[in-house]
């Protein structure tokens, strides 16, 4: 067990030397296991474990995309997760665009994230929009699912991973049925 910590306090304690500018191999961390500073009852049994401020899901399994179902509410835009703690942002184009959060037939959860309008669309940010990291030459799996609301012959939707530089990867789903795709 005590061996599980320290590897824990250390890869903590890299994690936090990298945020801050990098962690150096001559890190280290010193353990006085005769400083007694506290005792605990030996009454006290069980483990747990609570997800606070998303040190979980924006931590160790971190999932790149944040409100990846939709579920949050949606703002005054239509558009799931747009105020509060924001997950997911309006883009408009120059031709009208429409979004609403539809409650039912969800693929995955209770609602989904309705867009409409030629050029129109939704972007994530990643947790707290920190931003998404990736690595240039690393393989990402993502799934997208998708279906036109109403009759939209030959809808396509295309999903775009950007940065300030332009578009880095790009990739299109056709819509050609009413199922989800």
Known sequence: MALICLALLALLACAGMAAAGGCSRDAAIVVHADEVIAHASRTMVGAGIEDVNHELIGGMYASLVFGESFEEPAGPDGVSGSTGRITWTAHTAAHPCTFEVINGDAH???????V????????????????????AGRQYVGYLFAKPIRAAPNATVTVQLVDASGTLASAELALTSSAWA
């Open 116 to 135: 409409g309008g030629q050029g129109c669309g939704v972007s994530n940010r990643g947790l707290d929009n920190g931003g998404l990291f990736v690595v």
């Open 108 to 114: 995955t959860g209770v609602q989904s994230q309705a």
